[in-house]
C-alpha cells in the first residue's frame, strides 16, 4: 500500500468508528428480539411489531459501514465498477432505513423522555435522507456527477446521525445528568444539524468541475464508466 492509497483511509476509519457504538446498540437490540427477552415497556413496542426495527438496525448498519468506503477518493478512481455495484446496495439500504424509521416514528409508542418535538425531528430529517437518496440516484442516471456527489453526502451525513448524536449527548449526560424531554430532543437534533452542517463544508470546500459526465463515459446502468 502506498503512502497517498494509505492517506485516503482515515476519513472512512473515522466514519466506522463513529457507526461502532449504534451498531453495537442495534446488535444488542437484535439479540433481545431473537431470545426472547422479557417484555418491558422499553422493549414492548420492538417486540410486538420486530419487523420495521430489524430492517431499519440491519439497512442503517450497512448504510453507514459500507457507505464509510465511498469516501474514499482512490477507491471510486481505482475501483469504479465497484464504486458503482456498492452504490446500487447502498440505495435501497439507505431509503429502506429512512422509511422504516419514518415508520417507526409514527406507529411504535414513543418511549420515555421522547416528546412531539423529537417525533418532528426524526420526521424531518428521515424524509430529508430518503429525498436525497432518490435524488442523488436521479442525479447519476442523469449523468449529473456533481449534483449526485451532493446528494449522497447529505443523505450518509443524516444516515450517520446516530453516531453523532452519542458525542452530543454523552457531555451533558456526564456533567448535567440525564436531559428531560425538550433537551434530549435539542442534543438528538444536533447531531442531525451537526452532520448536515460538515456535509455543506465538504460539498463546497472544492470547485465544482464539470457537472456532467459525457454520455459515452456512462454505462448502461446510468452510473459513470472508469474513464468518467
Excluded at 31 to 56: I, K, Q, Y
Excluded at 116 to 140: K, W
Excluded at 172 to 183: K, Q, R, S, Y
Aim: with cysteine; charged share 15%.
Amino acid at each position: 500500500m502506498t503512502s497517498s492509497t494509505r492517506a485516503e483511509w482515515p476519513v472512512p476509519a473515522a466514519l466506522i468508528l463513529l457507526t461502532a457504538v449504534p451498531v453495537v446498540a442495534g446488535a444488542v437490540r437484535l439479540t433481545e428480539l431473537a431470545g426472547g427477552a422479557e417484555v418491558t415497556s422499553e422493549n414492548a413496542r420492538f417486540l410486538a411489531a420486530p419487523l420495521p426495527v430489524v430492517v431499519h438496525i440491519v439497512c442503517a448498519v450497512l448504510y453507514c459501514v459500507a457507505g464509510a468506503f465511498q469516501f474514499a477518493p482512490g477507491f471510486r478512481r481505482r475501483r469504479p465498477g465497484r464504486h458503482r455495484a456498492l452504490g446500487r446496495l447502498l440505495v435501497p439500504a439507505g431509503l429502506a432505513a429512512a422509511l422504516t424509521g419514518l415508520w417507526m416514528t409514527l406507529y411504535y409508542a414513543r418511549a420515555d423522555g421522547d416528546g412531539d418535538l423529537l417525533a418532528a425531528f426524526r420526521l424531518v430529517f428521515g424524509s430529508a435522507m430518503a429525498v436525497s437518496v432518490v435524488l442523488g440516484f436521479a442525479a447519476i442516471r442523469r449523468r449529473d456527477v456533481a449534483r449526485h456527489r451532493a446528494w449522497m453526502i447529505r443523505g450518509y451525513a443524516i444516515g450517520q446521525g446516530a453516531g453523532t448524536q452519542v458525542l452530543t449527548t454523552l457531555p451533558w449526560v456526564l456533567v448535567v445528568g440525564a436531559p428531560g424531554e425538550f433537551a434530549r430532543a435539542m442534543l438528538l437534533g444536533a447531531g442531525w444539524v451537526v452532520n448536515l452542517a460538515v456535509a455543506e463544508w465538504l460539498i463546497r470546500r472544492r470547485p465544482a468541475r464539470s457537472a456532467r459526465v459525457p454520455a459515452a463515459h456512462v454505462n448502461a446502468s446510468g452510473a459513470p464508466t472508469a474513464t468518467g
